[in-house]
């Protein structure tokens, strides 16, 4: 009874030895790249629109000025991720599609961050860009829009020289946000671990900044109402207007140009610095 046992825990030993080779060997062949090659592919636009929406998975995301005066789509694809791009009530939307099969997604995981997507536009100006990753960073410049929403899992955000009439709100689990030269009307920013810079940013009633880990860096900040929370992470920089602070810090240091004739600039620390003077 006893070498029974023993034949089949060592029978049992053997699969489970036999199917991890395996599963290695399948893993490190296909799992990154899946054995397919990308290549660019450029979907053009010929419909006119005025907002954008764009849902992306793994791809870096840019925004540039058209110089064949056509839109399109210049994006990365094989037969197993595509890009769906539509004109639909006013608005281009483009998504991002995997064709795997559900055994598949067990095996096939995406790493690459070189993965290019391009929206070439025509117009500078357009009324609601909405911008959905999963895994990318965002960068343009030179645009304007009434209203901008950005939701990032993992990846970096670079705005320079953008103009928003209504609001502009980002929110990002991990990585960081870089503002220079933007002005808006409303600023919403929230991230769960990352930093963020503002350079030259004019907020023109409330700026609303959320943050779990993570530093808050400001250069020349001009905004009427500031509302900070952060659990760990300093908040530090320069401001243009005068300010009443209303500062809450369980651990930390503070020193702040406080005016009690100023707009409100209200901050929450669990544990951090906050350093802000007046320029």
């Known amino acids: 009874m006893r070498r029974v046992v023993k034949v089949f825990l060592f ?6 030895i036999g199917g991890a080779i ?38 870096n995301v840019k925004l540039e000025k058209s110089t064949d005066g056509k839109n399109k789509v210049l994006c990365t694809e094989h037969e197993k991720i595509t890009f769906d791009v539509k004109v639909e009530d006013d608005t281009l939307k483009v998504e991002e599609k995997e064709h795997y099969h559900w055994y598949e997604k067990m095996f096939v995981f995406s790493f690459d961050r070189n993965r290019k997507f391009v929206l070439y536009l025509t117009e500078s100006n357009y009324n609601k860009l909405n911008i959905n990753i999963v895994t990318g960073d965002l960068e343009f410049s030179d645009y304007s829009f009434n209203e901008l929403k950005i939701n990032i899992v993992t990846g970096h955000i670079k705005l320079t020289n953008v103009v928003i009439t209504n609001e502009l709100s980002t929110n990002i689990t991990t990585g960081s946000n870089t503002l220079t030269n933007v002005i808006t009307d409303k600023l919403s920013l ?16 409330k ?7 993570g530093d808050l860096n400001f250069e020349a900040l001009d905004a009427k109402d500031i509302n ?6 300093d908040i530090l920089g320069t ?5 009443n602070f209303d500062i809450k810090i369980t651990t ?4 702040v140009c406080h005016d009690e004739n100023g707009n409100p600039f209200t901050i929450k620390i ?8 007046l320029v």
């Not at 929230?190 to 009633?205: M, P, R, Y």
């Not at 700026?207 to 880990?213: C, G, N, P, Q, S």
């Not at 401001?239 to 300010?243: D, R």
């Not at 930390?252 to 020193?255: A, D, M, P």
């Open 11 to 16: 029978l049992g030993i053997f699969i489970v």
């Open 22 to 59: 395996l599963l290695g060997v399948g893993i490190a062949t296909h799992a990154f790249n899946d054995g397919r090659e990308f290549k660019e592919v450029t979907h053009e636009v010929t419909e006119d629109f005025s907002n954008i929406d764009l849902s992306i998975i793994t791809s």
């Open 190 to 205: 929230k991230i769960v671990s990352g930093g963020t810079t503002l350079k030259d940013v004019v907020v023109a009633n």
């Open 207 to 213: 700026l609303d900044y959320k943050a779990t880990t």
């Open 228 to 233: 900070a929370e952060v659990v760990t992470g």
């Open 239 to 243: 401001i243009t207007e005068k300010h």
């Open 252 to 255: 930390g240091k503070r020193n």
């Open 270 to 277: 669990v544990t951090g610095d906050v350093n802000v003077t």
